[in-house]
């Protein structure tokens, strides 16, 4: 059974850092590209950032980059979302999502539609 487990969520001033952690059972992990997602209230669901299988390619959507990394843990079969300068926008629930099919990652990361699997997702709040 696949399963994914969003970690690190919490309440934060703007300018603070956060630390998301996903982690994963049931896949062969080192051939699956990850995505992190987040959706705020009344809004649609956001491409946040894309990691390739091996970690050699790195994706992350206008609103995020430059502040936040993603990276990942093959022998942890773990993948993380620093989060640094925080600003109240960001504040939304956070999904990690698992790629196992696509073979042109670099083509199709910041599709929804992309990722088969889904985390329950984890809140993260910025106050002013």
């Known amino acids: 059974q696949v399963q994914l487990v969003e970690s690190g969520g919490g309440l934060v001033q703007a300018g603070d850092s956060l630390r998301l952690s996903c982690a994963t059972s049931g896949l062969t992990f080192s051939n699956d590209n990850m995505g992190w997602f987040r959706q705020a209230p009344g809004k649609e669901r956001e491409f946040v950032a894309g990691i390739s299988w091996s970690g050699g390619s790195t994706y992350y959507g206008d609103s995020v980059k430059g502040r936040f990394t993603i990276s990942r843990d093959n022998a942890k079969n773990t993948v993380y979302l620093q989060m640094n300068s925080l600003k109240p926008e960001d504040t939304a629930v956070y999904y990690c999502?698992?790629?196992?099919?696509?073979?042109?990652?670099?083509?199709?990361?910041?599709?929804?539609?992309?990722?088969?699997?889904w985390g329950q997702g984890t809140q993260v709040t910025v106050s002013s």
């Open positions: 999502a698992a790629d196992v099919r696509s073979s042109y990652y670099s083509a199709v990361y910041y599709r929804e539609r992309s990722y088969e699997y």
